[in-house]
């Protein structure tokens, strides 16, 4: 090929792998050579790879974080591992310098040190065993919460509402995904950090009745806030708001509104 | 949070989770709204670093930055990983190697030359293609070599994870199912061209018309 592909899909088509012999080769060499069409093809790849959203989604399992950590971990250690233990000296010299001190006291040491060493391995067992035993919990905990937060995300009548800032309030921007049939909300969003004295507090505007509190959280600097709520199913929500309050939140809206955005 | 992931959405419970647990976040009484008492699964705010700063952490061997980042990606290369090799196992033993791959390689890592999510979605598709044809998996398998990705938006917010879901379902459901089976098997399966015509039996020009016509669609649809 001499100048550039004649049209865009190609570099989608080369990016797939779908392209073969000559055709592969051409544009392969070019975008060696032309920037431009790197680039082209840097983005053909992009769009390529968001084709695996489109697939159902898989929670991994909780042990691979652990067998990760783990390989982690211990390519550290093997890095800064100290030298191994030295032997055991040598007692035979014979204290008492009769012949069976100088088989007993030896005997008797060896076993001191066996049974120091078995009481350490073990007590070092029963650590590992708890620590197991606390991961084991934790990594069930995790992947509960993790199956449900997948549910949420990819069931389809799940709502995404962008909250708006109000004028003259702290800036910043948020959305909420809500889903009033399984009761559970996930909250995302930029605030500036609220005075030491107030806290930022989310809430459900029900179609019929108050408003309800799904969260009070504090806002930190430059960083995005989230949080996962459980809430009773079947809240049908008319819009969304979040209010600035006294620290730790009140169970009705005091506060002025700062973000908010209605439910379509 | 992901992945979502959903990638980084298994990030989001677990950290939401860890935030219960160590009291930082609070949550409020809902008023008597229902008879049934509100579970909080979480109520504390999270702290997010953007992936160039976790990268960056990763540089100076901080452990927690490797499992912020696969807590926000893991979900998503999971999904394509199964997808492609149908063997959870197997997509496992991928999973884990890219990760640990990219703690040992971080400071090769460029922002300046690509997006991160877009690198590990490219090398999970691109080695799960490969152990599923019986390639060598090692072969050309530099995590940060020299293919630069350009996704079109950041993955880092579970929101914009949710919307490009939905909107890049809905583009493939959209296909004529000849155009979606084509794209299917050259994504999911690595087949070329002229593999695509043999495995269907349709004429190779009309395999590269259909593949071809479904990007276009799919471009204009992911960016409309």
């Not at chain 1, 191994?84 to 006291?105: E, I, K, M, N």
């Not at chain 1, 391995?121 to 995790?142: F, G, S």
């Not at chain 1, 996930?186 to 019929?208: C, D, F, R």
């Not at chain 2, 509100?38 to 670093?49: D, F, G, I, K, P």
């Amino acid at each position: 090929m001499n100048g550039h592909p004649t049209r865009e899909e190609d570099f989608d088509l080369y990016a797939l792998g779908a392209l073969e012999g000559d055709e592969k080769a051409a544009i392969g060499n070019h975008v060696a050579t032309c920037s431009s069409c790197a680039e082209k093809l840097a983005e053909a790849r992009g769009r390529l790879a968001l084709l695996a959203l489109a697939v159902p989604a898989v929670t991994p399992s909780p042990s691979v974080t652990t067998r990760l950590m783990n390989q982690v971990r211990s390519e550290k250690q093997g890095a800064t591992r100290a030298p191994a233990v030295s032997p055991v000296p040598d007692t035979t010299g014979g204290l008492f310098g009769r012949w069976w001190a100088a088989v007993l006291v030896p005997v008797g040491f060896a076993l001191a040190l066996a049974s120091f060493v078995l009481w350490t391995q073990n007590r070092r067992l029963d650590q590992q065993l708890a620590v197991l035993h606390e991961d084991m919990q934790r990594e069930q905990q995790q992947l509960q919460s993790a199956r449900e937060v997948a549910d949420l995300i990819n069931a389809r009548d799940t709502m995404i509402v962008p909250l708006a800032p109000q004028p003259g309030m702290p800036k910043g921007s948020a959305h909420v995904m809500y889903n009033a049939k399984m009761g559970m909300l996930m909250y995302e969003g930029q605030l500036e950090p609220n005075p030491a004295n107030k806290s930022y507090q989310l809430w459900i505007v029900p179609t019929q009745g108050n408003p309800i509190s799904a969260g009070v959280f504090n806002a930190a600097s430059t960083e995005t806030d989230h949080f996962l709520m459980k809430l009773p199913p079947g809240i049908a929500p008319k819009a969304f708001a979040v209010t600035l309050e006294p620290a730790g939140g009140r169970p009705a809206p005091t506060g002025p509104m700062v973000l908010v955005g209605a439910a379509s | 949070m992901r992945k979502l992931g959903c990638i980084r959405f298994a990030a989001i419970a677990q950290k939401a989770l860890r935030n219960k647990q160590s009291g930082a976040i609070r949550g409020t009484s809902l008023p008597r709204t229902s008879r049934e008492p509100l579970e909080q699964v979480s109520s504390e705010t999270e702290l997010r670093a953007s992936d160039a700063a976790l990268m960056a952490r990763m540089v100076q061997r901080d452990e927690a930055a490797l499992e912020a980042l696969y807590d926000r990606y893991a979900g998503l290369l999971s999904s394509v990983l199964n997808r492609i090799l149908r063997d959870t196992q197997a997509a496992e033993e991928i999973l884990q190697d890219i990760f640990y791959q990219l703690w040992r390689t971080a400071s090769q890592f460029d922002a300046s030359r690509g997006s991160l999510p877009g690198w590990l979605m490219v090398i999970a598709r691109n080695r799960a293609i490969s152990r599923l044809r019986h390639h060598n998996p090692a072969a050309g398998e530099e995590l940060f070599e020299n293919t630069l990705v350009l996704l079109p938006m950041s993955l880092e917010s579970a929101i914009t994870q949710k919307e490009l879901m939905g909107r890049v379902k809905g583009a493939m459901e959209a296909l004529p199912k000849e155009q979606r089976a084509a794209v299917e098997l050259a994504y999911f399966e690595g087949l070329t061209h002229s593999e695509i015509a043999e495995r269907t039996g349709d004429p190779l020009g009309t395999v590269k018309t259909r593949l071809r016509t479904a990007l276009e669609t799919l471009k204009r649809a992911m960016h409309p």
